[in-house]
């Protein structure tokens, strides 16, 4: 019912910046979270950041924080993940996702965009 559509993902050098955007649709909520994950090959995928819809700022994961900034643009239905200061670790596939509880764990999310990549070359 909700749709999410991630786009802004590409190759960067590592030291450089990238932004990201989730666009929501369909039965969008102003209560429920949004937050971002990623997913690099092999690996679990793992909690970046996340906000409430209507309330609050971001909530970031120890390896992103100062470097990474999510924000919201409600009229616009987006959310925004500012990423500055990219490492070669910060390569993976990003998602933005939606809960109707504050959560930092992937499987309590119900919606969920494509992914987009993001790789960091050094």
């Known amino acids: 019912q909700v749709q999410l559509v991630e786009s802004g993902g590409g190759l960067v050098q590592a030291g450089g910046s990238l932004r990201l955007s989730c666009t929501a649709s369909g039965d969008t909520f102003s209560s429920y979270a949004l937050g971002w994950f990623r997913q690099a090959p092999g690996k679990e995928r793992e909690f970046v950041t996340v906000?409430?819809?209507?309330?609050?700022?971001?909530y970031y994961a120890d390896s992103v924080k100062g470097r990474f900034t999510i924000s919201r643009d409600n009229a616009k239905n987006t959310v925004y993940l500012q990423m500055n200061s990219l490492k070669p670790e910060d390569t993976a596939v990003y998602y933005c996702?939606?809960?109707?509880?504050?959560?930092?764990?992937?499987?309590?999310?119900?919606?969920w965009g494509q992914g987009t990549q993001v790789t960091v070359s050094s």
């Open positions: 906000i409430r819809w209507n309330v609050g700022t971001g």
């Open positions: 996702a939606a809960a109707t509880l504050w959560s930092t764990e992937a499987r309590t999310y119900g919606y």
